[in-house]
């Protein structure tokens, strides 16, 4: 038998339609795949309902977290469907805080919708008159984003969802709070505000584990206050002891070196030192420390309460200002 005979013949599907235009093959490759990428693409858009009614609707602050970690990096188009109304990363982060807030039955922002700039927005109760709030992003730290007083462009705190991040930023709170509105809004509308800020400080770092520097808002007793001065002229402490004998209160010297006390009602007490090295001999940075006895008092709460004080801090703000962490803000 010759080898032509010999060799097995193996029979292709379709192979005695060879008379089939191949253009025609091709054009019906293409609509199958035009087809099957609408599918993906619908599928897409029904994965990214589902987690938006789960930041919407969940009672669980697991899923809420991981609904809006999801839903910050979602990429709902694609190149063969669009969506052309959509929801913003910064929308998405305003939810989450307002429906965390919510599962903690805290009340007092509220979640309002602009038709003029087609964005979400925070008002605050009592302040709504004076500001609102959104996020932005930053090339400098693409992987959170700065929360926004609009009208002023101030970045009151940073908020990583992939670092389990926060930080605020005392310098633009105290421009915010004590300069701007504290002219126009009563101390009580200001602090209600600065207190929900807390809170929201509070939730992240309880709930999922954050990392949070809450600036001169943290009120508990083992916080230290870190001066922006590390070389404070000792000028500046001699103007709070006329500041302070003015407001009726006395400030003493400390037990150690270069420190002094202010002792004010509900047993608050105030001290400003200069920290030392262990062995006692250079000195380094100027520090401040807030105490009450039930931890409730920050150095915001004390600066809002005595006029003599703010003045104090706002004429050597300079000087006096509480650092904010220079990784998130310059």
């Known amino acids: 038998m010759s080898d032509s005979l010999k060799r097995t013949v193996t029979f292709q599907p379709h192979q005695a339609k060879k008379e089939v235009d191949p253009a025609t093959l091709s054009t019906t490759g293409r609509l199958m795949s035009y087809n099957d990428q609408l599918k993906a693409g619908l599928k897409n858009g029904a994965n990214f309902t589902q987690l938006l009614d789960q930041l919407i609707t969940t009672e669980s602050t697991e899923e809420l977290f991981k609904a809006v970690a999801d839903l910050t990096v979602f990429q709902l188009d694609t190149a063969y469907l669009v969506f052309p109304l959509q929801y913003s990363k910064s929308d998405f982060y305003l939810i989450f805080l307002n429906r965390l807030l919510d599962l903690h039955q805290r009340t007092g922002v509220v979640l309002q919708s602009s038709d003029q700039y087609h964005e979400l927005y925070h008002e605050y109760a009592g302040i709504n008159a004076a500001g609102y709030f959104v996020f932005e992003f930053s090339n400098d730290n693409p992987d959170g984003a700065y929360y926004i007083e609009k009208n002023s462009q101030l970045k009151l705190f940073y908020l990583d969802f992939t670092k389990h991040l926060l930080r605020f930023n005392s310098h633009a709170l105290t421009q915010l709070l004590l300069i701007d509105y504290y002219p126009k809004l009563e101390p009580q509308k200001i602090k209600n505000f600065a207190k929900i800020l807390l809170e929201i400080g509070n939730y992240l770092k309880q709930d999922f584990g954050f990392d949070v520097d809450f600036g ?3 009120p508990t007793n083992s916080c230290v206050y870190q001066i922006s001065d590390s070389n404070l002229s000792t000028t500046i402490i001699d103007q709070l002891f006329v500041a302070a004998a003015q407001g009726g209160k006395m400030l003493e010297s ?28 250079h ?9 009450d006895l039930h931890q409730t008092t920050s150095w915001f709460d004390v600066l809002l309460r005595y006029q003599f004080l703010k003045e104090w801090y706002l004429n050597n703000l300079n000087s006096l200002e509480i650092k904010a962490d220079l990784l998130y803000f310059s």
């Not at 000195?283 to 105490?291: A, P, Q, S």
């Open 216 to 218: 001169f808002l943290d």
């Open 254 to 281: 400390g037990t150690v070196a270069q420190s002094a006390i202010l002792r004010l009602d509900d047993q608050v007490t105030v001290t400003i030192f200069r920290e030392t090295d262990p062995d006692q001999v």
């Open 283 to 291: 000195f380094g940075e100027w520090l401040l420390k807030v105490r």
